[in-house]
Every structure is written in C-alpha cells, then in structure tokens.
C-alpha cells in the first residue's frame, strides 16, 4: 500500500527536495527500502551497511518510535504516516 | 544572521536557567534565517554535559512547525559551565548545514547567546538580530 512519508530538512536534498514522499510497503523495512531505491541517496542516511536502521536517525510511525515496536518489522496500515527525524544531540566537552 | 524576537530569546534563557545544572534544549523554527516559534524540548541525556533532543519532542515541534507553514531551522541548547561556542561533540553531532546551532551560556554572571552556522566541520557565527517584539 502507498504510505507518506515526512522528511527532515537535512535530507530532502536527496529526494529532489520534497518534505513529503510516498512509497509502497507493508512494513516499516519495506518502505525505508523503496525509499532507498527511489532516492538512492536517501539509503546510507537512513539505513546502515547491515540492512539495521542507522544509530542517527529516528523513525516514527505515527506518533510511535519503531525501535520500541518492531523496528524494521513493524506493520503499517492504510492512512499511517511515517516520520524520518535526525538525532539532535551535543553538549558542553 | 538569525533574526529573533526578544520573546524567544527571554525563552531560551529562562528554560537554560530553569533546567540547571542540566544541559537544556530546544527547537525554533522559521524561514528565510528569521525565527517564528521556539519549542522547549526535553533532553534525554539528562546531562550537565550532553544533550539529547527527546524525539517524540522533536517530532511534535516538526509538525506544529508545518501546521503554521514554516519549518525547523536549529537547535538551542546550554552550557552550563563553559563558553557559548559550540564544543567538538556539538560539531561531530550537527545533523543538518542549513541550521542555526544557538548556544546560551549559564558560565558567568549574566547568561551569554550567540548563534553560529555549522557547515562541513567549520563554525561560523552569525549576527543574532533582535526584535522588539
């Protein structure tokens, strides 16, 4: 099924500038995967070496965080909408 | 340059000094380098030293950000103990190049902000305009 899929500034360069995108999936893998073919950029920001979801980047169904359901094996249903958000981190050393 | 309203300026200082001694956080949005809306955001980390933007904050801001037809364009955070300039962890980290990483200093008497670029490794920082509104 198409899903929506939102995208933080810091990567829309990559998908021809769009901050929204819709890709076919029946899970959370599914659709960062046709993202990836799509926008081939898109794939090494997103998704590590190993096929896991890269340790910068949090992904959002709804208003869940994959990794505290499913991860990549995470079902959507018609209408969900998928965030892809950047870790925003630092501090003081 | 960043344009701001004192209001959000007078934000970011009060949550800075409101979260000390931990390091505080947050989210402005706006377009065209001018500063439309500042989300307190939680930090993660819970750190004197580090932050880490809640995402679930993080992803609220983002589509409040869009309900008002403007985007997020940088992060704030503190320094509780050191300079506002931002440190290596904060150049190693920088997600995005086209964001205003701004930076409020709790060091010495008078909290301290300034504002800076962080593009390909290199700090740059920038003119903080404030408005009277």
């Not at chain 1, 799509?38 to 998704?47: A, D, E, I, N």
Request: aromatic share 6%; hydrophobic share 40%.
């Amino acid at each position: 099924m198409a899903i929506e899929v939102r995208l933080p500034t810091v990567l829309r360069a990559a998908a021809s500038g769009q901050a929204n995108v819709t890709v076919e999936g029946e899970t959370i893998g599914e659709i960062l995967k046709a993202l990836a073919d799509s926008y081939p950029g898109l794939g090494s920001q997103v998704l590590s070496s190993d096929g896991s979801l890269h340790r910068f980047v949090n992904v959002y169904l709804n208003d869940d965080d994959v990794r505290y359901l499913d991860k990549l094996d995470t079902k959507v249903i018609e209408g969900d909408v998928v965030s892809i958000l950047p870790a925003v981190a630092g501090g003081s050393f | 340059m960043l344009t701001i309203s004192q209001i959000y300026l007078d934000q970011m200082i009060a949550h800075a000094i409101r979260e000390y001694p931990l390091e505080a956080c947050g989210l402005i949005s706006g377009e065209n380098d001018t500063v439309k809306g500042f989300y307190r955001t939680r930090n993660d980390a819970a750190s004197a030293r580090i932050y880490t933007v809640n995402p679930l904050d993080y992803l609220k801001a983002d589509r409040d950000a869009e309900a008002n037809s403007v985007s997020i364009i940088g992060v704030m955070h503190s320094h509780t103990h050191s300079e506002a300039y931002p440190s290596p962890t904060d150049v190693a980290q920088a997600p995005d190049p086209s964001w205003h990483y701004i930076l409020v200093s709790l060091k010495h008497k008078d909290p301290i902000l300034r504002s800076f670029t962080i593009v390909d490794g290199n700090i740059v920082e920038e003119s903080v305009v404030r408005l009277n509104c």
